[in-house]
């Protein structure tokens, strides 16, 4: 089994969630709607459309989230004073 570390890019949580379905990259792509070399460059972790990453964390039931992180949470957190809003 591959190290949490080594698997959590989002390339393979993609692996990891079709490993689950029992799915091939072929399989994967006719669910998705999308081709297998799109699936198979997700899975390289090659940069793929927003639109691609959403098809793909519906038809293998992931949830997406956008966080702040790092500098950017503490600069944003540290600017909202609650004043105006």
């Known amino acids: 089994m591959v190290p949490e ?6 390339d393979g949580i ?3 969630a079709s490993k689950r379905h029992g ?8 669910n998705s709607g999308l081709s297998r070399p799109t699936i198979a460059r997700i899975e390289a972790g090659n940069d793929v459309t ?3 990453v959403a ?11 956008l966080k702040r992180t790092g500098a ?10 609650g004043d105006g809003l």
């Open 55 to 65: 098809k793909v964390a519906q038809v293998l039931g992931l949830k997406l989230e």
């Open 14 to 16: 993609i692996r990891d």
């Open 23 to 30: 799915w091939s990259q072929a399989e994967l792509a006719e």
């Open 5 to 10: 570390s080594e698997n959590s890019g989002f």
């Open 50 to 52: 927003t639109a691609t």
């Open 72 to 81: 950017q949470a503490a600069a944003s957190e540290e600017s909202v004073d």
